[in-house]
C-alpha cells in the first residue's frame, strides 16, 4: 500500500520561501507521477505542480516562475519549492501520486498546512 508523508508547511510571510517535501513508500515510486494539490477554505482542490517519472513538470499559471517541483529517485521524495510566497498561496497541501497505468491521482497524503501572512 502507498503512503505519502508530507512535511514542510508553516507560516511566513508574503515574500518569504518554503519547501514541502513528499516521502513515498509502497511501492516503486519511479512508476508514478507525483503531484501536489491545495486547497483553500470554501475552494476546490486544485493542481499546483506535477512530475512524471521522467522529471517533465507542469507548474499552474498562478505559481509558474515562483514554484519549482523535482524528485529525487534515490530518495524517494518530491519536493516543491516556493518562492515568493503570497496570501492567496494560503492553502493545505496536499502531495499525490498517480501510477503510470491510472488516469487519476490514486493516493494521497494528510496534507500540510501553508500559512501567508502580509
Known amino acids: 500500500q502507498v503512503q505519502l508523508v508530507e512535511s514542510g508547511g508553516g507560516l511566513v510571510q508574503a515574500g518569504d520561501s518554503l519547501r514541502l517535501s513528499c516521502v513515498f513508500f509502497?511501492?516503486?515510486?519511479?512508476?508514478?507521477?507525483m503531484g501536489w494539490f491545495r486547497q483553500a477554505p470554501g475552494k476546490e482542490r486544485e493542481l499546483v505542480a506535477q512530475?512524471?517519472?521522467?522529471?517533465?513538470?507542469y507548474e499552474a499559471d498562478s505559481v509558474k516562475g515562483r514554484f519549482t517541483l523535482s524528485r529525487d529517485h534515490s530518495k524517494s521524495t518530491v519536493y516543491l519549492q516556493m518562492n515568493s510566497l503570497k496570501p492567496e498561496d494560503t492553502a493545505t497541501y496536499y502531495c499525490?501520486?498517480?501510477?503510470?497505468?491510472?488516469?487519476?491521482?490514486?493516493?494521497w497524503g494528510q496534507g500540510t498546512q501553508v500559512t501567508v501572512s502580509s
Open positions: 512530475i512524471t517519472p521522467g522529471s517533465s513538470t
Open positions: 499525490a501520486a498517480q501510477h503510470r497505468s491510472a488516469s487519476i491521482y490514486n493516493y
Open positions: 509502497g511501492d516503486t515510486f519511479s512508476l508514478y507521477v
